[in-house]
């Protein structure tokens, strides 16, 4: 998530277009409608079994949702970085639950196969643990299947709460936004030897209390990889390379719909953001031109009544 400049932060400024060459250009229209995913399904995963990357992307919205069901992918998280990416603000700490259950409800509403991970707001799981199994359940009853939240150590009592009421949970360590103030901006984590234990403790402490995953974030690939063969439920990663279970990365990003800052580990996959500026700008153009609307863009009156309102002639 974007941050100032300095050692270790994740700038969205570095701009990477990665290479395109040998991607599969893979979607699943014309496929049989897949059966939903499940939290089980995902907690069995692990890469070191045999297992293929989990992939899951952010949708916030029900087009979104059918663009990350149309391709094929795991997990769809509505993610609380919806307060950056789409509702303008600086950091993740202004939504609410009830923004969360608007923007997890019109996600449910696309009927999408992935698995539907609604992410916890700040707040929302810090003060008690039956307040989180409360806010849990919100996200729930708005349709998510399960729901992530950010820490460790401290959340374990909050993680054994909402699974003991029957709610999948997904656990965040590393760079976690909602302690943007707390780390002191969006910085890289655990570049340490005693940070980098202390993450394999936390993700394991995590593991055990019942989360079936765990996103790793802007952590060194080392850590990860560290993290990864230390437990045994998936972790999905963000900037925290190539040695996780699977990857996890903004929609928006992915399709160069935010065009702003992009942080290193972005790769895009499309240039919406300009195809979308192109395409206004051309209809603007039209419009002006009195190019737009065309003749068969337009309604137009049966005969008879057109000449009884006294058209004919005129447009
Ligand atoms: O809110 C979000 O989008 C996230 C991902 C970056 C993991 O938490």
Known sequence: MPGAAGPGTLSRTAGSRG????MRRLT????????PVTAPAVRGRKVAAGAEPLVMVTAYDAPSARIADDAGVDLILVGDSVAMVVLGYEDTLSVTVADMAHHVAAVARAKPAPLIVGDMPWMSYHRSPDEA????ATLVRAGASAVKLEGGRKRLRVVEAIV?????????LGLTPQSVHAMGGFKVQARTSEAAMALVTEAKALAHSGCF??????VPDEVARLVTSAVDVPTIGIGAGPHCDGQVLVLHDVLGLEDRVAPKFVRRYADLKADAVDAVARFADDVRRRRFPAEGE??????GVAETLGLYGGR
Not at 19 to 22: P, W, Y
Not at 133 to 136: G, H
């Open 19 to 22: 290479a395109l060459d040998g």
């Open 28 to 35: 699943m229209s014309s496929i049989e409608p897949r059966s």
């Open 133 to 136: 199994v409360t806010n849990a």
């Open 164 to 172: 003991d009421a029957e709610i999948p949970v997904m656990g965040h």
């Open 213 to 218: 995953a765990i996103v790793l974030e802007g």
């Open 298 to 303: 337009s309604y137009h009156l049966a005969a």
